[in-house]
């Protein structure tokens, strides 16, 4: 089966200017994720859809991220304004029903943000 | 409140040595479940494994194998024979009831030929 897709790869912006990044889950999975990965440190989930619903948004920066998953398939998630502290990797997974155990996550490559 | 702590942030071996990398959680669930992903350079997380509170029982995967004791709230992770491809950042996780998804901070594995 296909992975998790994200483009781009990598985005070089300045702060203060607006980016967005474009996540397609595997087919068929209901549930999609953004989390936040800093240098050296763990995934921090941003938010968390089932199909085109937020389930949970609760660490989202919601002064400057937005998100959203049209038609329960791909989603975007875009920062406005970004800021220096939002470079890290931003990486989408999907599972099929939500509960990790019994759908372990698939994770994209992820897209790579530097803020200069 | 939920917590995974890895407190090995850097590990080098040499081929084919042992190693063991530690990881201890905090939850106040008495069900929930545990996770080990490994992020190779590429960056893409991999599921390793998975454990869910009532199953204590030890695993064993080829030269993989992994250790819960809820006694001592750990879930530690062994790979024996270490080979170089083995070198990649390896995160422990844990699902509370509620489905949320912690990460650890992430140990990075280095093999050495």
């Known amino acids: 089966e296909a992975g998790v897709a994200q483009s781009p790869r990598y985005k070089i912006i300045e702060k203060r200017q607006s980016v967005a990044f474009w996540c397609n889950p595997i087919?068929?999975?209901?549930?999609l994720y953004w989390y936040q990965q800093i240098l050296g440190q763990g995934p921090k989930l941003l938010i968390q859809f089932q199909n085109n619903g937020v389930v949970d948004d609760s660490q989202l920066p919601k002064d400057r991220f937005s998100a959203e998953r049209l038609k329960g398939v791909d989603s975007t998630l875009k920062i406005q304004p970004a800021k220096l502290e939002d470079s890290a990797v931003y990486l989408c997974?999907?599972?099929?029903?939500?509960?990790?155990?019994?759908?372990?996550?698939?994770f994209g490559n992820g897209t790579r943000l530097t803020v200069t | 409140a939920q917590k995974v702590t890895q407190a090995q942030t850097e590990i080098s071996v040499v081929e084919k040595e042992d190693v063991t990398l530690d990881c201890v959680y905090e939850?106040?669930?008495?069900?929930?479940?545990l996770f080990w992903y490994k992020q190779p350079p590429s960056g893409e997380l991999v599921f390793l494994i998975r454990?869910?509170?009532?199953?204590?029982q030890n695993e064993i995967s080829g030269r993989y194998s992994w250790n819960f004791q809820k006694s001592t709230s750990s879930f530690n992770f062994t790979i024996t024979a270490s080979q170089v491809v083995d070198s990649a950042v390896y995160f422990c996780?844990?699902?509370?009831?509620?489905?949320?998804?912690?990460f650890g901070g992430g140990t990075r594995l280095m093999v050495k030929p």
């Open positions: 087919s068929g999975h209901a549930t």
């Open positions: 996780a844990l699902e509370n009831a509620g489905n949320m998804l912690t």
């Open positions: 997974a999907s599972s099929l029903d939500g509960h990790a155990y019994n759908s372990p996550l698939h």
């Open positions: 939850t106040r669930d008495t069900t929930y479940y």
């Open positions: 454990r869910n509170s009532f199953d204590e």
